[in-house]
């Protein structure tokens, strides 16, 4: 079995305006990817032309889809969580449905948000990546949740993180990076998978600057590991393995 990467998110184009880059380098290299989505991205502001939030769903999962596919995103799923109001679910519950598909996948290597939301402290956020962690740690330990399959144990957690800030939002406290993702040969192809998000053109348009600046490179912190061992800084997520 060749290496696989799952990537958690909260909201349809997260997983490119965040982790399009390790996504596209993991597909070139032949790494498969599985990019778990947790809402229908109901609640954003920018709403294209949908007139209900319905409509704005079906929307945004197709272009979660089409996105992914740009992407060459091996397996992708959206799930039915209620955007903009994650911290209201129950922990465990959440907890345990990335469990089961952690299982299922046996991915190598786990990414999601960092605790910080993100750029733009997104509460969503934060939710996702506490149950993220909580999943790669449970889905390996043989007593929680023994129906959902033999425990699997991924070799790595990374968080995204960032060098830089948006002008016109809050600054976050980022986790300091350990791995400093070149991503300069997949750059168009992340932002041609953000182009398929048609109904957040204008996040696009008001980000571009931002990205054109500092899109060259994604910044990730590794968060746990299967093995002790030292903090070091990385140019991969799966270096040396």
């Excluded at 993991?26 to 709403?47: L, S, W």
């Excluded at 399959?149 to 830089?164: C, K, N, Q, S, V």
């Amino acid at each position: 079995m060749g290496q696989r990467l799952m990537c958690v998110v909260a909201h349809p184009d997260d997983e490119c305006y965040g982790f399009g880059g390790a996504l596209a380098l993991a597909a070139d290299r032949g790494i498969e990817t599985y990019v778990v989505c947790m809402t229908d991205g109901q609640a954003a502001t920018n709403r294209g032309v949908a007139v209900s939030g319905a409509e704005l769903g079906a929307m945004r999962r197709a272009e979660f889809a089409a996105s992914c596919k740009v992407l060459g995103v091996t397996a992708h799923e959206l799930l039915d969580y209620q955007d903009g109001q994650l911290e209201h679910v129950h922990t465990v519950a959440a907890t345990e449905e990335l469990v089961e598909r952690m299982r299922r996948f046996k991915p190598d290597v786990v990414m999601t948000f960092g605790s910080d939301g993100g750029l733009n402290t997104h509460a969503d956020h934060m939710m996702v990546s506490f149950w993220a962690t909580t999943a790669f740690h449970w889905a390996g330990q043989p007593k929680r949740f023994p129906e959902l399959g033999p425990p699997h144990e991924a070799e790595r957690l990374f968080y995204l993180t960032t060098d830089f800030f948006l002008p016109d939002r809050r600054p976050p406290q980022p986790v300091p990076w350990t791995v400093k993702l070149d991503i300069r040969s997949v750059g168009e192809r992340k932002f041609e998978a953000f182009r398929q998000h048609h109904s957040q053109a204008p996040l696009m348009e008001r980000t571009k600057a931002v990205f054109g600046r500092f899109g060259a490179e994604e910044f990730y912190a590794l968060m746990a590991a299967k093995d002790a061992q030292p903090a070091r800084q990385m140019m991969d997520l799966f270096e040396g393995m």
